[in-house]
């Protein structure tokens, strides 16, 4: 069965500075995976998604992630944190018939 | 134009209650979902309907019982509310091929 880890459930940075969120994965089959977020009180967005082919994926609002098959990890960065990436981040898999979503990391910025 | 929309938005209710939430898609998706976000921001899924047909069904009270009239609507009723299911409700679709859209929420209070 599919399952996802996302290490560390807060993480603060100060803005300007370097973001990386953690997640690694367990899939029996190659993976289809993703990173949404949620912004207070509102839904969840992709931000990107891995499917097949070029291993490091870029995303909306400057993010991306690097696909790493044998350390089955699928971490999130950005070069330069901003106020307004404050938000909560999942990470997802897909076992082609759900998504299922690791237990998030609320991301903090500060001044 | 919203591409998946949820109804109501909010709602408050008391125990033993009986509560729908409506949800429709204009994506021309095949697929649609229930998720359930906890107040710990987990997010699982509860259901799944393929053109109308029940495709997942994970382990969920029978008080929550989905219906799916035709393929761009999937309704959750929920009888005899209990505390318990306090939580935000997200429905989803996809069409073949990964990545979900999601509706931005119901937050429902059982009182």
């Keep these: 069965a599919q399952s996802v880890t996302q290490l560390g459930s807060h993480v603060s940075v100060s803005e300007g500075a370097l973001v990386l969120l953690r997640c690694n994965y367990s899939s029996s089959v190659p993976p289809y995976l993703f990173w949404y977020v949620q912004y207070p009180n509102q839904g969840l967005q992709l931000l990107l998604k891995y499917t097949t082919g070029a291993t490091l994926v870029k995303g909306i609002n400057g993010f991306e992630a690097e696909f790493k098959k044998s350390e089955t990890s699928f971490h ?36 | 134009d919203t591409a998946v929309s949820q109804t109501p938005k909010y709602l408050v209710t008391q125990m033993g209650n009986d509560k729908s ?16 976000q906890d107040s710990k921001k987990f997010l699982k899924i509860m259901f799944s309907y393929n053109n109308k047909e029940l495709i997942i069904n994970e382990t969920v009270p029978n008080r929550f019982s989905p219906k799916s009239p035709d393929k ?40």
């Design chain 1, 76 to 111: 999130l960065t950005k070069p330069s944190a901003h106020m307004s990436d404050a938000a909560e981040y999942f990470c997802a898999v897909s076992d082609r018939d759900k998504i299922i979503f690791g237990k998030g990391t609320r991301l903090h910025i500060l001044p």
């Design chain 2, 21 to 36: 939430i409506k949800c429709e898609q204009n994506l021309g998706h095949d697929t649609m979902y229930w998720y359930k």
């Design chain 2, 72 to 111: 761009a609507h999937l309704n959750l009723h929920i009888n005899s509310l209990e505390l318990g299911d306090s939580a935000v409700y997200f429905c989803a679709s996809s069409q073949s091929g990964p990545g979900y859209t999601f509706g931005s929420g119901t937050r429902l209070t059982v009182v």
